[in-house]
């Protein structure tokens, strides 16, 4: 009797530990600079629309920040994702590009007043361990995150950044070039490069060779949903007809999906902003490799439409 009330008991905490898990969600933040090149918004697209995430805030860097705040906002109400707050950055003078204009002025609950660091901290404090950054623009916000709370290092879970390069340049050949995220603020890279957090790093060789071509463009934006048709506008607006999705992969990677092979590499911030591989003790996971078509199809399959 006391051998099979044990077994049940065990059996007992097995499926309340297998339940848990399936329904964890990822806790994550999202820091963009939204509004330049369109593959932030469909970065942001995909993760406000992937099951067992929990995005607790985007905040935005480089620049006109609040008018970042708003594009951001608005995509997010277009999502049916007006719950998630949204954070502006140190603002700076680098001004917005035309996407802007879909969101001039909009206005929403969700666009907070409050510092996007501050914001940044509370998170990661009231959930040490378990909070991903996601930094997909100029690394501006985690640079002063780190600087000004120097004691949240040890309480973030990782950050998953898309920027650097250390073998290729935007063309996908050698040698590597500074990357635009790195070499907008490298002082601040340096900071996270540096800061002792678990880094992983989608840089150029993961990243920029991932065209949407117009056949999946024509699929993702035939879904006709209020999301893809502000994709498809703010790509027109955007100004070019085939948009690379850096971001999403540093996206993908950050939430478990993983379409590259990775390496432990000590990498080096540059005052121009290149980012060289160097001696010593591994202190970033570089993504390599990746799986091209089979990424894409997966994107444009992830924003369908759930039918009834």
């Known amino acids: 009797m006391i051998r099979m009330l044990m077994v049940s008991l065990l059996i007992t905490a097995l499926l309340t ?4 898990s399936v329904g964890a969600q990822e806790k994550v933040i999202l820091d ?7 593959d932030d918004a469909y970065a942001l697209a995909l993760i406000a629309t992937l099951p067992k995430v929990k995005l607790l805030g985007v905040t935005t860097a480089f620049g006109e920040t609040t008018k970042r ?10 999502i049916g994702r007006s719950d998630v707050p ?10 917005i590009k035309r996407q802007y204009e879909w969101a001039k002025g909009f206005r929403s609950r969700s666009l907070r007043s409050g510092e996007a660091v501050d914001f940044m901290r509370r998170e990661i404090e009231r959930a040490p361990g378990e909070v991903t950054l996601i930094a997909i623009g100029p690394l501006t916000n985690l640079g002063d995150l780190l600087t000004r709370y120097p004691d949240v290092k040890s ?3 990782q950050v998953v950044i898309m920027g650097g390069a ?9 040698p590597p070039t500074p990357e635009w995220n790195i070499k907008c603020d ?7 490069y540096d800061g002792g957090v678990p880094l992983v790093m989608a840089g150029l060789e993961a990243t920029t060779m991932l065209q949407l071509d117009a056949e999946r463009q024509k699929r993702l934006f035939g879904y ?3 999301m893809t048709d502000a994709l498809a506008a703010l790509t027109i607006l955007w100004g070019h007809t085939t948009p690379t999705l850096y971001d999403p992969m540093a996206v993908a990677y950050a939430l478990g999906h993983r379409f590259c092979e990775s390496e432990q590499r000590r990498v080096v911030v540059e005052d121009d902003g290149m980012t060289r591989i160097t001696e010593g003790t591994p202190n970033v996971t570089v993504l390599i490799n990746p799986q091209k078509e089979v990424f894409l199809d997966w994107y444009v399959a992830s924003l369908a439409p759930v039918r009834p």
């Open 17 to 20: 530990v297998l339940a848990g």
């Open 32 to 38: 963009t600079d939204i509004g330049d090149d369109v």
């Open 69 to 78: 705040a708003e594009l951001a906002a608005k995509l997010l109400r277009t």
């Open 86 to 95: 949204v954070y502006a950055g140190r603002q700076g003078e680098f001004p």
């Open 155 to 157: 309480k973030i879970k």
């Open 166 to 174: 250390v073998y290729v340049g935007y063309n996908n050949q050698a």
């Open 186 to 192: 490298p002082a601040a890279a340096r900071i996270v």
């Open 224 to 226: 006709g949903t209020p």
